[in-house]
């Protein structure tokens, strides 16, 4: 059986997402800046879709939980479960949410340190593109298994309830999630009554201490598909290489994915906006993943 590195830069990512066979959403996201940080990355893909659902036509296939729990045993049965992280996306079935926190239960036992960082994707600008029944499958099972999740703000507001509108309404939120035994919460794209700007927020509990940090970020004017997946990613790789420094993975996350956003929209602009056109420049991004300027900084509060 294969067995553990002691080697502490060694990763080994369980992606559980949505994959497109064109673009860049999911685990076709994750993936890529992954593998450029050091990780070995083996992905299932909840749904597989010609395309992402902002094209007039979409075709592809869901996996049932039935087909999950198949893969997943005969990884199982190869003895190839040797997982220090899971990292999961979008998944809009109940069943299936069920069964992968079966999954990560069974992980969990074989090896007590594995990481689980969630994505609770769910929807935005308070419109939710899963069936309400996903809502307390994430709350209630998954969110407790989880070290680390990246809700956006209309997320967070669903999970705890909370209309977030203030600082002190995050801090609300952060607790929650805290209370349910998440060492890690950070919210993203965060649009607050007192400002024009995109805030993150990112609270993190370490030996009984608190740290709470905050960025404010200038909105780009345009809308961006595989964001979120992409900067889950980003997050986990950087906060596994940094042994968990929320300021310092905060940063790389998000000047690595504003250089991608700014890189795609200059493209986009260039050649004429499109959906196609508008879709992720993740390979021409691939030193500002690998070496992330230092321009935006995190506040400690």
Known sequence: MESFSNDEKYFRVLSVQSHVVSGYVGNKSACFPLQLLGCEVDFINSVQFSNHTGYKVIKGQILKSEELQELYDGLKANELLTYTHVLTGYVGNVTFLTKLSEIIKDLKKINPNLFVVCDPVMGDNGVMYVPPEVLPIYRDILIPLSDLITPNQYEAE????????????????????????????????????????????????????????????????????????????????????????????????????????????????????????????????????????????????
């Open 158 to 301: 669903l999970l705890t309830g909370i209309t977030i509108k203030s600082t002190e309404d995050i801090t609300k939120v952060m607790n929650i999630f805290h209370q349910k035994g998440v060492k890690t919460v950070i919210l993203s794209s965060v649009q607050l009554e007192a400002s024009s700007n995109l805030h993150l927020f990112g609270s993190s509990i370490l030996n009984n201490k608190k740290h709470f940090v905050n960025m404010e970020i200038k909105k780009l004017p345009a809308e961006f598909t595989g964001t979120g997946d992409l900067f889950s990613a980003l997050l986990l790789a950087w906060m596994a290489r940094t042994d968990g420094d929320l300021k310092v993975s905060c940063e790389n996350a998000v000047n690595s994915l504003q250089c991608v956003l700014k890189r795609t929209l200059d493209y986009a602009e260039k050649i004429g906006k499109s959906v196609a056109t508008m879709e992720l420049k993740l390979i021409q991004s691939k030193s500002d993943i690998e070496n992330p300027p230092s321009i935006l900084k995190c506040q400690n509060l």
